[in-house]
T-cell receptor, first 115, second 113 residues
């Protein structure tokens, strides 16, 4: 099974709401990633977790709060977002190892609209 | 990671081979060339990667020049379902236990009937 699942598929939230995006994989991958993709732009890395520890934060605003509760799950908690945060949020996972040649598997994404 | 240059868009007739070029003239010896594609409104999909040698899998072939400064992704018999944005990414191997991908603008491949 090479599937990464993301829920919900679509989310509309107000600027004062708190919501969470969920990502799950059962491939035994110990690296998990959050990307943000604006319309007609390439995906941009936000966070990387390796062995359930945050390894990279690409200077993402604190209104985005990632969490990796176990090796299969990755959450992205959202609070006080701005309309410009509307985008497709993609989760990915990969094997780990210092050879660094492992491909990433992406989920279908959550389409977020902030009103 | 080295920067890549790809044509903005390309067209291909269904059933013909699609050859997508990528320039990575500043690539280092320990950097891999990866190809991903993204079909409209879906997550990116891994296609293939290579270091020095040409590679082939069930989806595509990757041809890397001897000096490694450019590569070509070949879809041998393009179908309408291959219409997508194709990303060429160069990424360093080793050093960390995970891989950081930096996507460029990619090539929009349109396959015509």
């Amino acid at each position: 099974d090479t599937e990464v699942t993301q829920t919900p598929k679509h989310l509309v939230m107000g600027m004062t709401n708190k919501k969470s995006l969920k990502c799950e994989q059962h491939m035994g991958h110990r690296a998990m990633y959050w990307y943000k993709q604006k319309a007609k732009k390439p995906p941009e890395l936000m966070f990387v977790y390796s062995y359930e520890k945050l390894s990279i934060n690409e200077s993402v605003p604190s209104r985005f709060s990632p969490e990796c509760p176990n090796s299969s799950l990755l959450n992205l908690h959202l609070h006080a977002l701005q309309p410009e945060d509307s985008a497709l949020y993609l989760c990915a996972s990969s094997r780990t190892g210092t050879s660094g040649s492992y491909e990433q598997y992406f989920g279908p994404g959550t389409r977020l609209t902030v009103t | 990671d080295a920067k890549t240059t790809q044509p903005t868009s390309m067209d291909c007739a269904e059933g013909r081979a699609a050859n997508l070029p990528c320039n990575h003239s500043t690539i280092s010896g320990n950097e891999y060339v990866y190809w991903y594609r993204q079909i409209h409104s879906q997550g990116p999909q891994y296609i293939i990667h290579g270091l020095k040698n040409n590679e082939t899998n069930e989806m595509a072939s990757l041809i890397i020049t001897e000096d490694r400064k450019s590569s070509t992704l070949i879809l041998p018999h393009a179908t309408l379902r291959d219409t997508a944005v194709y990303y060429c990414i160069v990424r360093v191997a080793g050093g960390t236990s995970y891989g950081k991908l930096t996507f460029g603008q990619g090539t929009i491949l349109t396959v015509h009937p």
